[in-house]
């Protein structure tokens, strides 16, 4: 099987895929108080989930680990600065001066 053929056969089977499960979504919420439990029991585990991570925040913050959110927030910070270092270098470059960072890409 060449490569072509492979794609082919991944793409129906995704398509196939995202028909049956189309189908088995439609018949679950097809009874309406049937879909109201599913939501309500989908909000009790999202509600679950953010109370875990709150209690995990405050737990590392207590023995002084940075916290999931901290690790978030930094790399939230450090992509926005990478995206500012490509801007202006961009702008640098149409000045005709040579790259800021040198020959090393920032990761």
């Known amino acids: ?3 072509e053929e ?3 056969l991944r793409q129906d089977l995704k398509r196939r895929a995202m028909s049956l499960s189309q189908k088995a979504m439609e018949r ?3 009874d309406e108080e049937r879909a109201m439990r599913i939501a309500g029991a989908i909000g009790k585990v999202q509600r679950g989930k953010a109370a875990f991570d709150r209690g995990q925040d405050r737990l590392l913050r207590t023995f ?3 916290a999931r959110s901290d690790f ?3 790399g ?3 992509s926005a600065l990478k995206r500012r270092l490509r801007d202006l270098e961009e ?4 000045l005709g001066g040579a790259s800021v960072s040198g020959d090393k890409p920032i990761d």
């Open 1 to 3: 099987m060449n490569g």
């Open 6 to 8: 492979q794609m082919g």
């Open 28 to 30: 679950l919420f097809a």
């Open 64 to 66: 002084s680990f940075a």
């Open 72 to 74: 978030k927030v930094v």
């Open 76 to 78: 939230k910070q450090l």
């Open 91 to 94: 702008k640098l470059e149409h």
